[in-house]
């Protein structure tokens, strides 16, 4: 595994752990929740903006959480291969 690989998930694994990128997360997820709650029926392309935000940030998130877990596959797999399994 490359050592550019691990690095990468090394710094995903940093960024979901990082208690000020969680609280950022959160809080543009609860203002386009507000957006959804507080919004007029006629205001169709607010909600839409706030739907795409939200799925936006669950996008980084599992973009970031891939990484981690195909570092994890990875580690299994070369760990296999030295044991000759």
């Known amino acids: 595994m490359s050592d550019q ?5 090394q710094q995903a ?3 979901l ?6 609280e ?3 809080n543009v ?5 507000e957006v959804f709650l507080n919004s007029n029926a006629n205001e169709v392309s607010l909600r839409e903006e706030a739907h ?7 996008a ?3 973009e970031l959480t891939s990484v981690i ?10 760990k296999k291969q030295k044991l000759g399994v």
Not at 5 to 9: G, I, N, S
Not at 52 to 58: F, G, K, N, V, Y
């Open 52 to 58: 795409t935000l939200i799925r936006a940030l669950d």
């Open 29 to 33: 997820r609860e203002r386009q929740k």
């Open 69 to 78: 877990s195909a570092e994890a596959v990875l580690d299994r797999k070369n």
């Open 13 to 15: 694994r940093d960024l």
């Open 24 to 26: 950022f997360l959160r």
């Open 60 to 62: 980084i998130e599992s």
């Open 5 to 9: 690989f691990k690095l990468k998930a």
């Open 17 to 22: 752990n990082n208690e000020t990128f969680q």
